[in-house]
């Protein structure tokens, strides 16, 4: 860094606009200088002395860290984080231009064995990974149950359980940048791990902490033999005659490796041999899985054969595993430890204000220096454990996401779930999709595809067959774009994609905050509300109402302040506000739970990936019921995370769904 600015420190002072410092808000500064994404200098004990830069040095010192010589690319990188059409996560912003440049987000691995030996070496992992500011997704599956024989003591295995209180204790311990943001490890295990109602309860807030671990985060990587049992417990009269069967991996470690029709043979073979530790009633242990959503917001669920079925890595072995926040599907092994390096579009730099419209051309050339720039960073970052480099190298994954859908929406004046809004929805997916796999390609002809691309058969996109075409439901005729996909697989087909995995939709909850956007796609969660963070206290409100009232006359008057704080930032019902401010500031409580889960998946037919979904539910006496249909819904629909967070708050809701779940004994 301090070679390339003193080569070219006359391009650089030129090109640094500083005046753009003034784009940032007062809320985005503090969240900047007290998360440490300035470089400070610190004393002794570690306290901040002096911040050491601007934000517009920070922009700068990021895009010479990725791009280095190349000073180009580097400017053409700065003008675009500057000018807020895009942003690198976190720890590329922690971390880029540092001596130890890890520029990675997010790692998906495994416990390398079922050994005292595997697990601990597993531990050492997360806790440099942790170090270096990487979110970590671990698959604990292979891991014996409790009461499992062990061979070498002729003792029994005290199962994941008191294990993972070990994960726990490295998430508290080894902050991720060295105390810039704590530790944060998901573990995901599957629905039939003999341990799974002991797991469950391992977030629960209430029991003595020797038997938790409150600090780990919990996901289930669910099959569709799972999913058709719910199903099939609800349709009948006796839901409790669906049995499901536990197993102990130390006698079946084959099911971890099974997918799709092959898992469900090879696992009623396994019941019907009676190799099971127990069996239970399905509904039971839906009802567990339900209730500690409701309390903790966990497990997340991500549908198993669904990852592995449309992912473009599926050639290269099982995927077992999401991150941290089920966003990222790709293959890790005992050898390879999944890496993706992420960003984000901020969305409302592409609207026309003057004239409600959105630029999806310059959507698009942001989008491809993106591309670039990500895979710069997998030749230039650092890699911690060897593992990474290996597995970020061959198949050189990135993660390109979203922010700011709802301010889009705002902006251009239409409710969130309105016909036009659905349409913009389809075609933001299709023209980033679109143009990342085209700036992949162009990568791929210059340096040559991904390593792995042709091993094992092949990956689908050696083939030309792209993320939609795994998607059997996938319409075309819904586009509202013409891009030229026909030509595109012909180029790739000839050159192949320098990126075996291009989107990935992340909740992109800090930088958001920085760019002054709504999360990712998510709706407003409320248009007044207070908000703690690292950073403080503030009171925040929805601009774009707050314009639109001021233009109608009604923000000045403190009766329809107060009645929007009384209404919980909601506007719904509010007499004063005109309908159409009405329906186009709904909250995500106002919303049908059924049109954004639509929403989702016509997204989901061009992310190669996943998409960190949250859900959100109003309290109601048939909460039970409300999830289940939700569950089942998004499960039929083919969305690869059915929930991230699962919110559940007070007030009553119906959930219009047309569901194949239907509960013959209380007729819900």
């Known amino acids: 860094l301090v070679e390339v600015c003193a080569t070219h420190i006359d391009r650089i002072n030129a090109e640094m606009k500083e005046e753009r410092d003034f784009m940032f808000d007062y809320f985005a500064m503090r969240t900047l200088v007290t998360g440490q994404y300035l470089f400070n200098e610190k004393d002794t004990q570690g306290g901040v002395v002096r911040i050491l830069e601007t934000p517009q040095y920070m922009w700068m ?3 010479i860290g990725i791009h280095r010589r190349d000073i180009e690319s580097a400017v053409a990188l700065y003008h675009v984080l500057s000018t807020k059409r895009a942003t690198h996560a976190t720890p590329t912003l922690f971390n880029a231009g540092t001596t130890n440049p890890q520029l990675s987000s997010c790692f998906l691995l495994q416990t390398k064995d079922d050994s005292i030996d595997g697990i601990f070496d597993t531990v050492k992992q997360c806790a440099v990974i942790s170090k270096y500011a990487g979110g970590i997704g671990l698959n604990v599956n292979n891991v014996r149950a409790r009461g499992s024989h062990i061979t070498s003591t002729n003792g029994s295995s005290s199962g994941i359980c008191p294990m993972l209180k070990v994960f726990n204790s490295v998430a508290t311990y080894v902050d991720q940048g060295g105390g810039k943001r704590k530790g944060s490890i998901a573990v995901y295990i599957t629905p039939w791990h003999a341990d799974i109602l002991e797991w469950l309860d391992l977030k629960k807030n209430t029991g003595g902490d020797d038997m938790r671990a409150r600090d780990l985060f919990y996901a289930l990587w669910v099959s569709d033999l799972f999913m058709k049992r719910i199903v099939e417990a ?3 009269s006796d839901p409790n005659t669906v049995k499901w069967s536990l197993f102990d991996p130390k006698s079946c470690q084959e099911l971890n490796e099974y997918v799709g029709n092959a898992f469900e043979h090879h696992y009623m073979k396994l019941e019907k041999e009676e190799k099971y530790v127990t069996q239970m009633p399905i509904i039971d242990l839906w009802k567990r899985i339900i209730n500690m959503q409701i309390e903790t917001g966990t497990p997340y669920v991500l549908f198993k054969d669904t990852c592995n079925r449309k992912s473009n890595q599926k050639n290269l072995g099982t995927i ?9 599907v790709q293959y890790s092994s005992k050898e390879e430890i999944a890496t993706c390096n992420l960003a984000s579009i901020c969305l409302p730099s592409f609207v026309d204000k003057k004239n409600k419209k959105f630029n999806y051309e310059q959507l698009g050339e942001t989008v491809r220096c993106m591309v670039r720039s990500l895979n710069k960073i997998i030749d230039n970052g650092f890699y911690a454990l060897p593992e990474c480099r290996l597995s970020n190298q061959r198949h050189r994954p990135i993660g390109i996401g979203i922010q700011g859908l709802a ?6 004046e239409v409710p969130f779930d309105s016909a036009s809004a659905k349409q913009i929805n389809i075609d933001i997916a299709e023209k980033m999709y679109f143009e990342a796999l085209s700036a992949s390609c162009e990568l791929a002809e210059i340096f040559g595809p991904y390593e792995s691309m042709w091993d094992q058969g092949g990956a689908p996109i050696a083939h030309g067959v792209f993320h939609q075409d795994m998607c059997p439901d996938y319409d075309q ?14 180029n790739v087909r000839r050159h192949g994609i320098r990126n ?24 407003y969660f409320s248009n007044i509300y207070s908000r703690k963070t690292k950073a403080g206290e503030f009171f925040m409100l929805n601009r774009h109402l707050v314009r639109d009232l001021k233009r109608c006359g009604l923000w000045e008057t403190n009766t329809t302040k107060e009645r929007i704080v009384a209404n919980k930032g909601s506007v719904q019902n509010i007499a004063e506000i005109p309908g159409y401010l009405q329906d186009r500031y709904r909250t995500i409580l106002d919303i049908p739970l059924k049109d954004l889960t639509l929403m989702a998946r016509d997204r989901g037919y061009f992310i190669d990936q996943s998409a960190s979904l949250n859900v959100h539910f109003k309290h109601s006496s048939d909460m039970f019921m409300s999830m289940s249909k939700y569950m089942a819904y998004a499960w039929k629909l083919g969305l690869k995370t059915g ?7 007070v007030d009553q809701v119906a ?13 819900a």
């Open 61 to 63: 010192r990021v895009a």
């Open 234 to 236: 609800f349709r009948l």
């Open 320 to 328: 077992k595993c999401s991150n941290l926040c089920a966003e990222i």
């Open 407 to 412: 301010d889009v929406f705002a902006m251009l």
């Open 477 to 490: 005729s819904t586009s509202g774009l013409t891009l030229d996909w026909e030509s595109l697989r012909t």
């Open 500 to 523: 075996s995995l291009l989107i990935a939709h992340m909740p992109t909850a800090s930088t958001s905050q920085i760019m002054g956007n709504t999360e990712c796609f998510e709706p």
């Open 643 to 649: 929930s991230y967070y699962t919110r559940t708050l």
């Open 655 to 667: 959930i219009n769904f047309t569901s194949t779940i239907k509960c013959k004994s209380c007729s």
